[in-house]
């Protein structure tokens, strides 16, 4: 499986921030990877700049979305 875009990554990420009171935003890149099973080669994929990871820089622009949707608390 690919790394999955940012827009497919909302969902899970909704449904996991749903679940806690307070969780952080590397708990949710933890849980997201899992829940879309990313080998560690994966999880540790880079963006071509090289200074952030790409399933980070995902999860963070699907945590950008919500939040200005009103779906989450940042």
């Known amino acids: 499986m690919m790394i999955p875009d940012f827009q497919s990554v909302m969902l899970p990420s909704l449904s996991i921030i749903s679940k806690h009171k307070n969780i952080s935003v590397k708990e949710v890149i933890r849980n997201v990877s899992e829940h879309f099973e990313l080998s560690e080669d994966q999880r540790n994929e880079l ?22 949707a009103g779906l989450v608390l940042r």
């Not at 952030?52 to 939040?67: C, E, G, K, P, S």
């Open 47 to 68: 963006l071509p700049s090289g200074k952030q990871r790409v399933i980070d820089n995902r999860v963070n622009w699907a945590i950008t979305y919500l939040a200005k």
